[in-house]
C-alpha cells in the first residue's frame, strides 16, 4: 500500500495561482487512480477531480472546472494539482487520495459505504483577499 504526502500549500493572495503535489511512497504508484479534494473550514470535503492510473483522462467535480488541472508524472510518483485565479474561497485543507478505482475516488464524497484504500494527510492553502 503507498503512502501520500501533499506538499505545496501555504499562504497565496487572490488571483494567484499554486501548484500541489502529492508523492507516494512504498507502493505501485501507477496501479492507483488519484484524486484531489478539499475540505473548507466548517464545510463537507469535496471532491476537485481525479485522474487515471496512466493520466490519460480526468474528471473533474462541475464547481471547480476550468481553475484547477490535475495530471500526474508516474515516472515521479507525483500527481500535481494546479490552481488558476485563487479565490478566498479556495482557502481548504487539500488532500490527494489513492484508490485502484476511479469511480471510488469520483463517489467517495457522496456515498457513506465507500472510502478510499489511502489518504493524504493534507496541505493547507489560504488565500487572502
Known amino acids: 500500500q503507498v503512502q501520500l504526502v501533499e506538499s505545496g500549500g501555504g499562504l497565496v493572495q487572490a488571483g494567484g495561482s499554486l501548484r500541489l503535489s502529492c508523492t507516494a511512497s512504498g507502493g505501485a504508484f501507477s496501479t492507483y487512480a488519484m484524486g484531489w479534494f478539499r475540505q473548507a473550514p466548517g464545510k463537507e470535503r469535496e471532491l476537485i477531480g481525479a485522474?487515471?492510473?496512466?493520466?490519460?483522462?480526468?474528471y473533474y467535480a462541475d464547481s471547480v472546472k476550468d481553475r484547477f488541472t490535475i495530471s500526474r508524472d508516474n515516472a515521479k510518483n507525483t500527481v500535481y494539482l494546479q490552481i488558476y485565479s485563487l479565490k478566498p474561497e479556495d482557502t481548504a485543507v487539500y488532500y490527494c487520495?489513492?484508490?485502484?478505482?476511479?469511480?471510488?475516488?469520483?463517489?467517495?464524497?457522496?456515498?457513506?459505504?465507500?472510502?478510499?484504500?489511502?489518504w493524504g494527510q493534507g496541505t493547507r492553502v489560504t488565500v487572502s483577499s
Open positions: 487520495g489513492a484508490d485502484p478505482l476511479l469511480h471510488t475516488l469520483v463517489v467517495v464524497t457522496t456515498d457513506n459505504d465507500k472510502d478510499l484504500e489511502v
Open positions: 485522474i487515471t492510473k496512466s493520466g490519460g483522462s480526468t
